[in-house]
């Protein structure tokens, strides 16, 4: 039976055993997927130990994607260029680590705004400057845009982001600064929010969508609410609208593919089953 995980500190919030879980109970796979805690103080030596605990692999969550960027073996493309791994596993006996968040942020976009919607967008602005922004514009950079602006409340984590990413991209990168957000909006079609603000107990995202594009579309990856304030003011605009949850279920995908042999399918029901859930923890 094949034994995958997810681990993190703390861990039982996390819902990737919900999502595991039904993707194994619907294509009727014998297997299992936990949820483990690990304090870094001790998470070198898990990501040695977990082969002999009888794991393919799993999910790592906060903390510990830096430490594991650091500590395996080798990376795929898309993990080296957003500095962090979020998905582990042995691979002819060598340590692999890769990012997922690149690819469940743009497949839920896509899902979302149909095949294609980039050709209608020259510009993109995201806001924040953590590991989720970085895995954002990473995968919009994939996209024939002219330009992407990032935005954060602390300017130097913003050139950090550009600094790293600039390098061999195909599309224009830039830095903005909070203050000049009014300046930049009219010009985004695309504006997605990777910060906290808008997440349950956070104060909401304070952005003024009033100038922004009549086609524009508005992302944000916070889930809990599922319609954040920045969402909620985007709708009363007329503008399309992006949720969180998405990202989380499409970002399950390769993992489960990779550790049990299966492509699963982010269905209506996979989506009803979390929205209850999260609604149930409330």
Request: proline share 7%; hydrophobic share 45%; net charge neutral.
């Amino acid at each position: 039976m094949t034994k995958a995980f997810v681990v993190g500190h703390p861990i039982k919030h996390s819902r990737s055993p919900l999502i595991h879980g039904y993707w194994l109970k619907r294509y009727g796979l014998e297997g299992s997927y936990e949820r483990i805690d690990v304090a870094p103080v001790s998470f070198g030596d898990f990501l040695k130990d977990f082969p002999s605990r009888g794991f393919a692999g799993g999910n790592v969550t906060i903390p510990h994607k830096e430490m594991a960027f650091l500590s395996v073996e080798r990376r795929t493309a898309q993990a080296q260029r957003v500095g962090a791994v979020n998905t582990v596993w042995i691979g002819d006996g060598v340590l692999w680590g890769d990012n997922t968040d690149v690819t469940g942020f743009m497949a839920h976009l896509d899902a979302s705004l149909g095949t294609g919607w980039e050709q209608d967008v020259e510009t993109a602005l995201v806001l924040g400057a953590g590991g989720a922004a970085r895995a954002v514009v990473a995968g919009l950079q994939e996209r024939p845009l002219k330009r992407i602006f990032v935005a954060n409340r602390t300017p130097s984590k913003a050139e950090d982001l550009v600094g790293a990413l600039r390098p061999g991209s195909p599309v224009g990168l830039e830095t903005a600064a909070w203050e000049a957000l009014p300046r930049v909006i009219p010009h985004a079609r695309l504006i997605v929010n990777t910060t906290s603000l808008g997440m349950a107990g956070q104060p909401p995202l304070a952005l003024d969508l009033a100038a922004a594009p009549r086609d524009a579309a508005v992302a944000d990856i916070v889930y809990v609410p599922l319609a954040t304030p920045l969402l909620a003011a985007a709708s009363a605009r007329g503008l399309r609208t992006v949720d969180g949850l998405g990202m989380l279920l499409h970002q399950a995908v390769p993992g489960f593919r990779r550790w049990f042999g299966v492509t699963p399918e982010v269905t209506p029901e996979l989506r009803t089953l979390i929205l209850a859930d999260i609604e149930g923890q409330r």
